[in-house]
T-cell receptor, first 114, second 117 residues
């Protein structure tokens, strides 16, 4: 139980375009979703925390206008990378709390901006 | 502020041997949770084991055990009887507070484990 489905798994887009990444909680209600970014061979860095029905909280140094996060329902949180540039190429992964102490992760999205 | 340190960027282990992956943490909270995750090349995060700060016994899950030394603030992962499929990145992570409500995970830098046949 407590599965988060993340789509797309891979996406290639052109510079200047926007890309939307979706994370859906399939069998539970995710009131909170954490969004992480991971560069190759590096660790996961928290970008932002989204809570259903309220504005996301961004970590220091993360551009709110570039990484738009929406959590409009208890089963869907989205990350939109706007006006993407090659330096935005990365692995993005979402995570939701589950079971009182643990976390469930999406399968991740590998974004390549060309 | 939290900090998680994994001092071994890469490690080799012979198949069927045991291996210890190091993790030290720093927090001013009394309540916290420690996690280990495995990340294969596919990118998925696979939960391995959890230790709560008030748990007196070291956590064990099959071939995985967590050597929790609270005074030293260390939470090393021990993998017994390594298998080729254990080759992956391993991340130590910490959550402040005694539950996950609104509390994110902070990750260490990771250790790449390579199992030799």
């Amino acid at each position: 139980g407590a599965v988060v489905s993340q789509h797309p798994s891979r996406v290639i887009c052109k510079s200047g375009t926007s890309v939307k990444i979706e994370c859906r909680s399939l069998d539970f209600q995710a009131t909170t979703m954490f969004w992480y970014r991971q560069f190759p061979k590096k660790s996961l860095m928290l970008m932002a925390t989204s809570n259903e029905g309220s504005k996301a909280t961004y970590e220091q140094g993360v551009e709110k206008d570039k990484f738009l996060i929406n959590h409009a329902s208890l089963t869907l949180s989205t990350l939109t990378v706007t006006s993407a540039h090659p330096e935005d190429s990365s692995f993005y992964i979402c995570s939701a709390p589950k079971g009182g102490y643990g976390y469930t992760f999406g399968s991740g999205t590998r974004l390549t901006v060309v | 502020a939290q900090k998680i340190t994994q001092t071994q960027p890469g490690m080799f282990v012979q198949e069927k041997e045991a291996v210890t992956l190091d993790c030290t943490y720093d927090t001013s909270d009394q309540s916290y949770g420690l996690f280990w995750y495995k990340q294969p090349s596919s990118g998925e995060m696979i939960f391995l084991i959890y230790q709560g700060s008030y748990d007196e016994q070291n956590a064990t899950e099959g071939r995985y055990s967590l050597n929790f030394q609270k005074a030293r603030k260390s939470a090393n992962l021990v993998i017994s009887a390594s298998q080729l499929g254990d080759s992956a990145m391993y991340f130590c992570a910490m959550r402040d507070g005694n539950n996950n409500a609104g509390n994110m995970l902070t990750f260490g830098g990771g250790t790449r484990l390579m199992v030799k046949p």
